[in-house]
């Protein structure tokens, strides 16, 4: 599987080539274009050995994480052949190669697509710390393979090493070797109240951390306010 | 202190290093990411440990900014108080570009909703348009800027910076800084029949020598064309 990412950071669009019978897995409504031959196969996202119920239930639970329900299955059937992805909204995306040798946590919507061989979990433990204001909701990817996540904004890409703070509404993904903390800005009344910054999160030890240069959050409230009123 | 301005200009990201004893004022809400090792205050623009006084004319100010020019009353302060330094990085809510602009006992008028983060010693303070600013549609208030320092401006879209030597013709919604020594005058585009059907609606004469920044984009046209496609 090669992916190549085109357009960045505005319309970033990933080419992904599959080998004879290899499979991508994507999230629902990402496909943007690809070669007739590719087969589509819609699933409840489920694990090896998990029956109907079990991938229903995980289903479920990425239905909860922001996620789509479904996760399509494309197939280079036969010959090789390529898919091409692209996020709803405007950014940037990024190719990750997952060695085995750390997991990768994601922000939910930031998923895009992986190898079959990477395993997505949505109910990883330590996405209850990132709950509370910002509404984050992580997943947990591991096992080996490329991963591609997508971003509101410009992907930065920092390498970690001590400790490092990031704006809640603008993390992305981060390699689990990293510890984090969800803490108030600021250590006052002040910062935290009226310095506008709300959560943040403040990461420990050494890893590569991916930051979205905008913030959903507030570009919604400021776009919103421009908007003119609804009259129904 | 060095400045630099990643992914320009769609999702321009301004990355602060801070040398032992540099500090940087920034609009609340627009920290990213952070060291941790920076001191963070949170308060009113422009109090310098000045008494009683000065802390309620910078809160009048602060008042002024957000209820007059639409920004928020409040700003934080990043120091680097250690021999290592420390970055910050800084963004808008709006999708678009950020420029860095040097001041050298110079003076520039920033209209209120592009202002980022400036150094200590520039002073920041609201001025009043002209009466004929309320009829702009961009609100009768400008941020005056002046001192010796960095300055950050952010636009919606790209940012195009003109030099004028003579007289020179932008739209309101267009207009994100000019140089403080440029003559400006309120005018419609054309006679009151082309003001009401070219879709042009005000523009800002500039007179003298200096530069003016520009943005790509208008948020005002944006809205207005993106309005009819919401559902409902």
Known sequence: MQIEVNHRPAYALATVSLDADEIVVAEGGAMVSMDTHVTVETAAAKKEGQG????????????????????????????????????????????????????????????LCSAESVDIDAKWGGSKSFFGGEGLFMLK?????????????????????????????????????????????????????????????KFSGTGKLWIQTRNPQGFG???????????? | MQIEVEARPSYGLAVVQLDKGDALV??????????????????????????????IKAALAG?????????????????????????????????????????????????????????????????????????????????ECKGQGDLLINS?????????????VVDTGHVVAWEGDLKYNLKKAGGWKSAMFSGEGMVLEFKGTGTVWLQTRNVGSFVSWISPFFPG
């Open chain 1, 52 to 111: 109907l119920m079990g991938g229903l239930m995980s289903g479920l639970k990425r239905m909860v994480a922001g996620e789509s329900f479904f996760q399509n299955k494309f197939k280079a059937a036969g010959s090789a052949g390529s898919v091409t992805f692209a996020p709803k909204h405007v950014g940037d995306i990024v190719s990750y190669t997952m060695t085995g040798a750390c997991g990768l946590v994601l922000q939910s919507t930031a998923y």
């Open chain 1, 141 to 201: 990817a591991s096992g080996q393979g490329p991963i591609v996540f997508n971003s509101f904004g410009a992907i930065k890409e920092i390498d970690v090493t001590g400790d490092f703070i990031v704006d809640n509404g603008h993390i992305v993904a981060f390699e689990d070797t990293l510890s984090f903390t969800n803490t108030r800005f600021g250590s006052g009344f002040m910062q935290s109240i009226l310095g506008g910054e709300g959560l943040v999160c």
């Open chain 1, 221 to 232: 409230e400021a776009l919103a306010s421009k908007l003119p009123m609804r009259t129904n």
């Open chain 2, 26 to 55: 920034a609009e609340a809400g627009a920290m990213v990411a952070m060291d941790p090792g920076l001191g963070v205050e949170t308060g009113f623009m422009g109090v310098g440990g000045g008494g009683l006084v000065e802390w």
């Open chain 2, 63 to 143: 008042l002024a900014r957000k209820f007059l020019a639409g920004e928020s009353m409040f700003v934080n302060t990043f120091k680097a108080k250690t021999a290592d330094g420390g970055k910050v990085m800084l963004a808008p809510s709006m999708v678009g570009d950020i420029a860095h602009v040097p001041l050298d006992n110079s003076k520039i008028i920033v209209q209120a909703e592009s202002y980022l983060a400036s150094s200590p010693k520039v002073k920041v303070g609201l001025i009043w348009g002209g009466i004929s600013m309320l009829f702009s549609g961009e609100g009768a208030f400008f941020l």
């Open chain 2, 156 to 168: 919606y879209g790209a940012i195009e910076k003109v030099e004028i030597d003579g007289a020179y």
